[in-house]
T-cell receptor
């Protein structure tokens, strides 16, 4: 039981390049999330998917797109990377509702845009 | 939307002493308040959570209190140990999994 798996763990991009961050969970969770973590700012929600087939914007969605490929996988795409997107990205998943609220996080992807 | 403030940003305690981290939230509809511990190079991990219909919850050396009227909640760690050194985040949610995080507290436990 791996939990939430993110790939890659590290990435360096040049300004203007594109890339996709991959996330998969094996806990049969309905909801999945992408957060970014910057020093002194905690984790901020980029996009989330409450269930397969739905996606919604979070607090900081500009410059990102997401795809909920199936129940297990939720990817984050940077179409044209900018230095302001240098951050650590975390994917998370949770059940739904009051009975299963705990969010489980992956190990993170450390992205540097130069 | 929800806004969560967390204090202090850094906390240094002697091994064996207690540590207290405080958070305030703005959305009175928030009903779920988890606390996460993040070790260097790892993702956040849930250590304890509390729901709005409960005032206090305890798990061994860790306890969380919630004051709905004042909109604040606190994490208490007793008998601190070196392995408690980490960054701790509070969070609040009015829709269970979608979390608004505080900025984090770096806790350092010195022997």
């Amino acid at each position: 039981n791996a939990g939430v798996t993110q790939t890659p763990k590290f990435q360096v991009l040049k300004t203007g390049q594109s890339m996709t961050l991959q996330c998969a969970q094996d806990m049969n969770h309905n909801s999945m999330y992408w957060y970014r973590q910057d020093p002194g700012m905690g984790l901020r929600l980029i996009y989330y998917s409450a269930s397969e087939g739905t996606t919604d914007k979070g607090e900081v969605p500009n410059g990102y797109n997401v795809s909920r490929l199936n129940k297990r996988e939720f990817s984050l795409r940077l179409e044209s990377a900018a230095p302001s997107q240098t951050s650590v990205y975390f994917c998370a998943s949770s059940g739904q509702g009051a009975s299963d609220p705990e969010a489980f996080f992956g190990q993170g992807t450390r992205l540097t845009v130069v | 939307g929800e806004n969560v403030e967390q204090h202090p940003s850094t906390l240094s305690v002697q091994e064996g002493d207690s540590a207290v981290i405080k958070c305030t939230y703005s959305d009175s509809a928030s009903n779920y308040f988890p606390w996460y511990k993040q070790e260097l190079g790892k993702g956040p991990q849930l250590i304890i959570d509390i729901r709005s219909n409960v005032g206090e919850k305890k798990d061994q050396r860790i306890a969380v209190t919630l004051n709905k009227t004042a909109k604040h909640f606190s994490l208490h760690i007793t008998e601190t140990q070196p392995e408690d050194s980490a960054v701790y985040f509070c969070a609040a949610s009015n829709s269970w999994g979608k979390l608004q995080f505080g900025a984090g507290t770096q806790v350092v436990v010195t022997p």
